[in-house]
């Protein structure tokens, strides 16, 4: 096969100016995650009239096979959810909407996390190999996820039987926009993002007055105890050579001063690489909240699972294929050997479903001055709006030449 795209898989202006339209719109109008009905709606009707065979999974869930004859079947995935962020980006196409968490709370919604990059880059991607027909050969599944924010997504789709109503490919392609420098992709082999799992913790005490605190279990000081001993995990029972990282990100307790309440609650999030340290981790967690309980002779605390994210894992081999690939496509010095990172993604369970490889890459979205100031926008900032010109094409440009690799004649 030849490294060569063939011209009609390249982006020209018409198609480029579509693709620009379809990200602003897509911009403008996110939805939190598993509620992204009107986002599904307009992707369907978006695969369809390009000639793909379309259909819901998954709840919000939308999935094109485009079918040219005999050949490979590859697979590639965009997520497709929104944020509860409030928007202060103050580019001319920022999201206005609302949406309402599970609580029935509205809050303000923004695509802070790129994901109507991947969207539109692969509706873009869709349309050139819908129409080049003539230049490669096989079946493109394009998966477009919901929410991969709250690892929702993948788990329902795959129990929704996805895997049993397309064709099931023999790797499986994604991307994601990161701050980095537009014009640039990272890739690495193996660990690529960490497991994450995440946990509401319920710490059930006795009230009391205020000035009467030999009649209470406290439950403050005994989830501050917890909190306090839960950072020791990773300083103390994991070994300096791997990584973990164990966050509180929120603690709840009373309504007021002189009452001392009768439980609290507090979540905290666990981010790993290795399988073993996540089983210490995860041990630790359980032992140190039960101990804690014990020693103030409070009741069992609840822990209750909010999340869990799959390890997502690149395939050595197939990742420095697509390597290659991309240094003929970007040149060398545009393509970045990536570091593993500590966020953490859903994707590797549409793979890990029927056990093939799958290669995940990192896309830059930013200028040089952005990327080289003090504190650039991170992924989740109410800041983050990448720079439309070659975000999108690169984007377009990576998952092309990375389909062309397997279908390309």
């Not at 018409?14 to 992707?43: F, G, V």
């Not at 477009?144 to 039987?161: C, N, S």
């Not at 790993?272 to 140190?288: D, M, Y």
């Not at 070659?390 to 377009?396: D, F, K, M, S």
Request: charged share 15%.
């Amino acid at each position: 096969m030849t490294n060569t795209i063939p011209q009609a898989l390249s982006l020209a202006a018409d198609s480029t100016a579509d693709m620009i339209e379809t990200y602003k719109y897509l911009h403008a109008n996110p939805e939190l995650s598993m509620q992204e009905h009107r986002t599904a709606d307009y992707l369907t009707g978006r695969l369809e009239a390009l000639g793909l065979e379309v259909f819901r999974c998954g709840g919000t869930g939308v999935v094109g096979v485009l079918r040219n004859g005999q050949g490979p079947v590859v697979g590639f995935r965009a997520d497709t959810d929104g944020l509860p962020v409030l928007e202060d980006t103050g580019v001319d196409y920022a999201s206005t909407a609302t949406g309402f968490l599970e609580d029935g709370t509205e809050v303000p919604t923004m695509h802070a996390c790129g994901h109507d990059t991947h969207m539109a880059s692969a509706l873009a991607t869709a349309a050139l190999y819908a129409g080049a027909k003539d230049d490669w050969a096989g079946t493109i599944v394009f998966v477009l996820q919901p929410g991969e924010e709250t690892a929702a997504g993948a788990r329902a789709m795959v129990q929704d039987g996805l895997w049993d109503k397309a064709p099931k490919p023999e790797i499986m392609y994604g991307q994601h926009v990161m701050p980095g420098l537009a014009g640039t992709v990272s890739l690495m082999a193996g660990a690529a993002m960490s497991t994450a799992d995440s946990f509401k913790v319920t710490v059930h005490g006795q009230g009391s007055h205020g000035s009467m605190p030999e009649h209470s279990i406290d439950p403050i000081v005994l989830g501050a105890a917890m909190v306090l001993r839960l950072q020791t995990i990773v300083s103390r029972q994991v070994a300096p050579q791997s990584a973990a990282v164990v966050t509180i990100g929120s603690f709840h307790a009373g309504l007021k001063e002189n009452v001392i309440p009768d439980r609290a609650v507090f979540t905290l999030n666990v981010r790993t690489f290795e399988p073993a340290v996540r089983e210490t981790v995860l041990s630790s967690i359980r032992r140190i909240i039960a101990a804690e309980a014990a020693a103030s002779g409070a009741p069992e605390p609840t822990i209750e699972d909010i999340s869990n994210f799959p390890p997502l894992h690149n395939d050595p081999v197939q990742t420095a294929l697509l390597e290659e690939q991309f240094r003929d496509e970007f040149g060398a010095e545009k393509v970045l050997q990536g570091t593993p990172v500590m966020g953490s993604e859903d994707f590797g369970a549409l793979a890990d479903a029927i056990g093939v490889p799958s290669v995940y890459w990192f896309f830059g979205g930013f200028d040089a001055q952005t990327v080289g100031s003090e504190h650039p926008p991170a992924n989740h900032s109410p800041f983050f709006a990448p720079v439309i010109d070659p975000t999108l094409a690169t984007a377009v440009a990576a998952a092309v030449r990375a389909l062309y690799s397997k279908v390309g004649k």
